[in-house]
């Protein structure tokens, strides 16, 4: 069973979890959650999501319990979030405003002017939609039995589990995030992922040093041709 993305996050890894290790272990936990995009294609697996981001950690708190018919009563298309009836929940303004412009770290309030420009005319993009909002509503029975900490990585439960390590970045492309690199002790973090229980699966981008990295992948190669070159801690039991 896989889910889709139930909305888009900058530096998710939906697309490229098939060709990470799959898990070995009942558990998943990712520690920085962000979309859960490696969670989403084992949605089965008893997941644990930790995020020190309060507005993600919200956001999955409301997903795992609203109900079908409260996605399916939200209202599709529109541009604002004011636009939006007062009855809308915080935390289902902050969905639709992550719909307003794919990968941002943050929702926005109201529709980016490219995706205003191509509403204007008539082509369609991935937005709040009808489409999209079918999507969420049809998937949140799906993800009942999962968890959420609101924390950084160190609130993670000490369980065996696999594993799915996914910090910002150590470089540029990670200060986008609202606790970027600045916020986090690399070496502590290299060790803090060496002591879990399970099988441990750590992403991070060409340069790193924290942790005996290998080159793994080649991931969303772009215009330039030159793409994001990734790589990949393993512990022994996740070979890849």
């Known amino acids: 069973m896989t889910l889709k993305p139930f909305w888009r996050y900058y530096g998710g890894k939906y697309r490229a979890a098939p060709r990470y290790p799959k898990p070995l272990m009942p558990i998943i936990v990712e520690p920085f959650a962000g979309a859960a995009g490696y969670s989403l294609r084992y ?13 993600v950690a919200d956001l999955w708190t409301y997903l795992i319990g609203v109900s079908e018919a409260e996605i399916r009563s939200i209202p599709a298309n529109v541009i ?10 915080y935390s289902a303004r902050n ?3 992550w719909w307003f412009n794919s990968a941002t770290v943050n929702p926005r309030k109201s529709l980016s002017i490219g995706r205003i420009r191509l509403a204007k005319m008539g082509r369609k993009f991935e937005g709040w939609t009808e489409a999209t909002r079918e999507r969420v509503a049809s998937q ?28 910002p970045y150590n470089n540029r492309a990670g200060a986008y ?10 070496a ?3 060790a803090w992922c060496r002591t879990r229980q399970g ?42």
Do not use: M
């Open 80 to 89: 604002d979030i004011d636009d939006l009836p007062a009855w809308v929940p």
């Open 95 to 97: 969905l639709v405003g």
């Open 199 to 240: 099988d441990v699966i750590v992403c991070e981008n060409e340069g790193a040093k924290w942790l005996p990295f290998r080159s793994f992948a080649l991931l969303k190669p772009g215009v330039n041709g030159r793409g994001s070159s990734e790589v990949i801690w393993t512990s022994g039991a996740s070979t890849g």
């Open 140 to 167: 949140v029975g799906a993800i009942r039995h999962w968890k959420v900490i609101q924390g950084d990585y160190s609130k993670s439960p000490d369980v065996a589990a696999t594993w799915f390590i996914d910090p």
């Open 188 to 190: 502590h973090l290299g």
């Open 177 to 186: 995030y609202p606790n970027g690199p600045r916020d986090l002790d690399y």
């Open 43 to 55: 949605p089965e697996r008893q997941v644990i999501l930790v995020e020190k981001n309060p507005i």
